[in-house]
Nanobody
Framework: VQLQAYGGGLVQSGGSLRLSCATS????????IGWFRQAPGEEREGVSG????????YYADSVKGRFTISRDNAKNTGYLQMNSLKPEDTAVYYC????????????WGRGTLVTVSS
């Protein structure tokens, strides 16, 4: 099982980025894809999640209205569209996956750095 997040980069405040989470070794059906981030010196926090079965989503309050999570089961890929980026969004972003009924994420990918300049 492998997950790889990519699409990070440097963007100005107010800009947009789209992160992708490529998965392999399992099918996305009946899983939850989650996006997390960790800023320097801070704990990892959950940003968003999506059920690959019914499309239900979760967003942290800090990103509601700005970020949109989606997935393409056929491509085994998850996405995080990030708009209206703020400097406080700067962090390493990770994607993870868990089975729908599980309570913790089993699979984690390497992160991708997002830097938002003011």
């Amino acid at each position: 099982v492998q997950l790889q997040a990519y699409g990070g980069g440097l963007v100005q405040s107010g800009g947009s980025l789209r992160l992708s989470c490529a998965t392999s070794g399992f099918t996305l059906d009946h899983h939850v894809i989650g996006w997390f981030r960790q800023a320097p010196g801070e704990e990892r926090e959950g940003v968003s999640g999506i059920s690959t079965s019914d499309g239900r989503t979760y967003y942290a309050d800090s990103v509601k209205g700005r970020f949109t999570i989606s997935r393409d089961n056929a491509k085994n890929t998850g996405y995080l569209q990030m708009n209206s980026l703020k400097p406080e969004d700067t962090a390493v972003y990770y994607c993870a996956a868990r089975k729908y009924a599980a309570t913790k994420y089993d699979y984690w990918g390497r992160g991708t750095l997002v830097t938002v300049s003011s």
